[in-house]
């Protein structure tokens, strides 16, 4: 898995869990901040996964 280049708006984390997962990168980021509503530490996973996840390889696509 990889941060999308193409489909990020801050970090592509977003981006990149649409593209494994097959989705639109709409409908990850409105389910993220449905998810983000409810009290817990969602901005702290989103954080880890930036750092985590490698960013996207130039000329990778997928399928």
């Known amino acids: 898995m990889y941060r999308s280049r193409e489909h990020r708006i801050i ?3 977003c981006g990149g869990l649409a593209d494994k ?3 639109s990168p ?3 980021r409105i389910l993220w901040l449905l ?3 409810i ?3 969602l901005w702290v996973v989103y954080v880890i ?3 985590l996840i490698p960013e996207e390889p130039k000329g990778y696509r997928t399928a």
């Open 21 to 23: 997962l097959g989705w």
């Open 35 to 37: 998810l983000s509503l």
């Open 26 to 28: 709409t409908l990850v």
């Open 49 to 51: 996964m930036w750092i």
């Open 11 to 13: 970090a592509g984390v």
């Open 39 to 41: 009290p817990g530490p």
